[in-house]
């Protein structure tokens, strides 16, 4: 039997976003590296390899991805191009989901990249490290394939089976690749742990739509009535879960956690894809399914998303762990889009999700640049940085400017973002319009001193060696996330005429 016949759709492009993540797995999977090196092939040049074959076939996707974006009709309201098994739709693309799987794409060969940094190479036969480049670049493929999952499906049990996938490849990167102290193991645990116990209230919930509504397809429920009273209960089970992946208070603790134990890569996809599972449930189930309940739990919401925001941010300003100040940065920030989502508002909904976005590429390059820094120095306490501009100013640079975007510098997506969020408080509460006005003044003042502290006054007594400055590879790096940072930003259109279909569906539930 063909594959045609067991496979119908309607877009070759949306069966290439699996095909090309599945190619990048068997191809690393059967690469002969045993018989390579009895033929006397340098290890160094086996593990480049490596590197090479998952950037093929993640460039292959995003260029598949961008073609998808160019073919998207922004004036139909149903899924497009979508992919059917046996008959049976799997799901399609939406301005929202399309977005996600975008920034996915941008992203992973991002992290791909970074793997020359974080595993090195030595041509010794022995030495396992080439096999763990290997194994480091699989596992990323298995987070881009099941993300890509996640947001493609349109059935809530495949979705949910996609969501806790990703848990294992992302337990294996903080554990084997993430520091070699004692915490490590309590940072993967607590992490595993804390989003496992979560999901487990969002299967439940699951089921208990399944026995509601007989089907547990997405289009086939929105389109069947629910009780207020089960709304409530079903609320619940899948606000816990996301609460957890947001991550809101008092369910943050393992981020902060899992971000200082683990590899800059491991971090990168933490902040820029994980936590976007949360912003991209709310929108696609919690808001439409749930209309009633999210009305009526919107009190406790706010009050959530309020003391997550006064925790990070005074949290932020005691700490010593670099990484950990950046993660609870993303706390703040993402706890704010919180407050959009269910602001029941085009403008709050709009800047939520365009603040998620841009939080994928600022706080990715935050951790790609503190990653460079700890390459050099090997430690993330801030203590034992000053004055960095005296030699590495190239570094500072970049460093300022994702800084400025991370405060919503005009000229960049955070700003669009936070502007329109901004409005769509007046119509919940003045009083949460001068929180978030405040909010907006104390995330700067300890993300400002953050940059001060590290990179201008008297150099540091602790910099006995100082190291060469940002080379060409890692300006690569970081140059296209603050390019699309700064495009979308100057040209948001780009944005607003692909979700504005989507996002009214959801605003027509409520």
Known sequence: MSITS?????????FLLFLFPILGIFSLWFYPQNSLIIQGYEIKKIGENYIKIGLFFTLLNLLNTVILFNLYDTNISNLQFQLTLFGKLIGGLDGISLWMI???????????LMAWKEIKLDNNPFNSASKMLKNYIFLILLVNLASIIVFFVSDILLFYIAFEAILIPMYLLIGFYGSRNKRIENAQNTFFLYTLFGSLFMLLAIITIYIQ??????????????????????FLGFFIALAIKTPSFPFHGWLPLAHGESSTGASVILASILLKLATYGILRFILPLFPYAS???????LTLAILSIIYSCISALSLIDIKSIVAYSSIA????????????????????????ISHGFISGGLFIIIGMLYNRYGTKNINYYRGLVLFMPTFTFFFF??????????FTMSFIGENLLFFSTINISPLITIFITSVSILLPIYFIYFYQRISYGKLSPYLLTLYQDLNIKEINLLLPLILLNTIFGLFPYMVFETTMIPFLNVLNAN
């Open 333 to 356: 920030h993402k706890n704010v889009g919180m407050m959009g989502l269910f602001s029941n508002d085009i403008n709050g909904i709009t800047g939520a999700f365009i603040g998620s």
């Open 295 to 301: 009305n009526y739990f919107l009190p406790l919401i």
């Open 6 to 14: 067991l496979i119908s759709f309607s877009s070759l492009g949306s």
């Open 213 to 234: 509504t007989g089907s547990t397809d997405y289009q086939t429920i929105l389109t069947l009535p629910i009780s207020n009273e089960i709304q409530g209960f079903l």
């Open 401 to 410: 400017i994702f800084t400025l975007s991370n405060l919503g510098f005009p």
């Open 102 to 112: 975008l920034l996915v794409n941008i992203i992973i060969p991002v992290t791909i």
